[in-house]
């Protein structure tokens, strides 16, 4: 897969007339927030604006979004059309989505199907994970299996079956395994660039025009233990 970089370090995954595929970095923020920060989604505009010469206000559609310390797969729509039923896509749950993620403490199965209930606190901007159904929760299910075992940490592949505010993150920390740097869920120190070890690895889906089969694999950080797995 040929991936693009430019002068705004953009590494493009996948690029046609409808859609553009962006690998997210640690600490980009995928649409504007109160921090007032630049968006990843304004960097795309001004990239599609440049590559094509385009007149006015780019169109760019934000199909989902990644948490800030993620990194990987994010989808952005460059026409309505494309939108609109990448949207119901997701929300269907007609696309298949695989991330990584390291963590230090083993799980107790080396592969297993976790069904939690989550519940988001609006407050602090976090998820628990919960056993039984609580009031405003929301079910939650995923796949995870060990893939390689490194020095002191262990490399999962997860399948996501439910899209829920932080799931994984929320998940791995209710069975005692918090994703590598998520000082948030239990992890007991930061990564060096404020990062966790999560990320967006791989999306099949339709493609929403074409109908054509789209596989899309991001690249992992270049860090020693990403490196590892």
């Not at 649409?31 to 630049?38: A, C, N, R």
């Not at 968006?39 to 979004?65: A, Q």
């Not at 059309?81 to 119901?88: D, F, G, I, V, Y």
Request: hydrophobic share 35%.
């Amino acid at each position: 897969m040929k991936i693009v970089s430019n002068k705004n370090n953009l590494q493009i995954l996948h690029e046609d007339n409808h859609l553009i595929v962006v690998n997210k970095r640690v600490g980009d923020i995928v649409q504007g927030d109160k921090t007032g920060d630049k968006p990843l989604s304004d960097v795309v505009k001004e990239y599609i604006k440049d590559k094509y010469n385009k007149p006015g206000e780019v169109f760019l559609g934000v199909v989902h979004r990644l948490d800030r310390p993620t990194t990987g797969i994010v989808v952005f729509a460059r026409t309505s059309k494309a939108l609109t039923r990448m949207n119901e896509l997701f929300s269907n749950r007609e696309t298949q989505k695989t991330y990584w993620c390291i963590v230090k403490n083993k799980p107790a199965n080396s592969a297993d199907k976790l069904v939690h209930y989550i519940k988001r606190n609006e407050k602090n901007n976090t998820s628990k994970a919960h056993l039984k159904e609580v009031p405003e929760s929301k079910l939650a299910s995923l796949d995870y299996k060990i893939i390689q075992e490194l020095n002191n940490y262990f490399a999962l592949e997860i399948n996501l079956h439910t899209g829920r505010h932080h799931q994984i993150r929320a998940q791995l920390s209710a069975i005692g395994s918090p994703i590598k740097g998520d000082l948030k869920y239990g992890f007991d120190r930061s990564n060096p660039d404020g990062g966790i070890h999560l990320h967006a690895r791989k999306l099949v889906f339709v493609h929403p025009v074409t109908k054509e089969n789209i596989e899309i694999i991001a690249p992992t950080p270049d860090d020693v233990i990403w490196n590892a797995v």
